[in-house]
């Protein structure tokens, strides 16, 4: 039997077309709701063309996240389709530089907040809106195991996740009379794309092998594994669903147990 616990769900995903976004869209979509998604990339955009929902359940939009001008456009298109939502998953983020402090620029560090902080303030702004109109909702946002730890050689992405929790506890208390919940997530170590590139700075910077950063960035998990994109997605649909009504202000690792990041 399907399990259609979102149906007709309407959710919002910023840079939704790879990676955890989009194996978030791709489990809502199984379980019965709409997908408004947006992405930077011209490539993944493409690839999810393909998709058999496109245009019925699932729409799909380029968007720099990180311009207020394009998530107003990208918004403005979503108002065409719907005028209420159920849910924004502010997903966007990128990994930012690698390096100690002292060799890292301003110019990286600025991106890095402006890509994974001030993009959340252009969709939640904006989200809001439609999520009183619809009487209550969820917004999620993706934290990261280094937005509950520090994390070396990672400042910038580290100061922007914690950012992203105090943006999530203050936004559950502003809007929590609305019946509109905030949680965040926080992944662990990721089995994909990024975690390629992450572990390929990190060996270079530290003139340490791949294959043991690798090892060793496993070894973070108590349980000792990698963190798949779906089981993000499971827990993005469990905090959408009205099984998790009362559920709000809260910081959820999806990590295997992460009791270090280093
Ligand atoms: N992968 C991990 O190990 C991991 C761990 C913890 C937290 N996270 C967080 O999860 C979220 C998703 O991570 P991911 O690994 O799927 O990311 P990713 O690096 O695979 O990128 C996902 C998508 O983001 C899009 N994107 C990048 N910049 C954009 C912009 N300015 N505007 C619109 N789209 C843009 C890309 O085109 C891509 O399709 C991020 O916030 C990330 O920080 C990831």
């Not at 379980?31 to 408004?36: C, E, F, L």
């Not at 063309?49 to 207020?68: G, H, M, R, T, V």
């Not at 060799?103 to 959340?120: F, Q, Y």
């Not at 909702?137 to 280094?146: E, H, L, Q």
């Amino acid at each position: 039997m399907t399990d259609l616990v979102l149906k007709n769900k309407k959710i919002i995903i910023s840079a939704g077309a790879s990676g955890i976004g989009w194996a978030t869209a791709k489990v809502c979509l199984s379980k019965g709701a709409y997908v408004y998604l947006c992405d930077i990339d011209d490539k993944h955009l493409k690839k999810i063309k393909k998709n058999p929902l496109l245009n019925k359940k699932l729409f799909i939009y380029k968007c720099d996240a990180s311009s207020e001008t394009q998530v107003i456009n990208f918004f403005n298109k979503v108002k065409k389709k719907t005028k209420k939502i159920d849910s924004l998953i502010n997903n966007v983020g990128i990994a930012g530089p690698t390096g100690t402090i002292e060799k890292l620029n301003s110019h990286d560090w600025e991106r890095t907040l402006k890509i994974n902080v001030i993009s959340h303030f252009y969709f939640t702004k904006l989200a809001i809106p439609m999520l009183k109109k619809n009487k209550g909702g969820s917004i999620i946002n993706i934290s990261s195991g280094a937005g509950i730890l520090g994390f070396p050689l990672r400042s910038p992405y580290a100061a922007s996740k914690w950012a992203v929790i105090g943006m999530t506890k203050t936004l559950a208390m502003e809007l929590g009379k609305f019946k509109i919940r905030v949680n965040a997530i926080c992944p662990g170590t990721i089995k994909g794309d990024r975690m390629v590139r992450v572990i390929k700075d990190k060996s270079k910077f530290l003139k340490i092998s791949k294959s043991k950063i690798e090892k060793d960035f496993i070894s973070m998990a108590s349980m000792n594994c990698w963190i798949y994109e779906e089981d993000i997605a499971k827990m993005c649909s469990f905090l959408i669903s009205n099984d998790s009504e009362r559920v709000s202000g809260q910081t959820i690792p999806v990590d295997g147990n992460a009791t270090r990041l280093d």
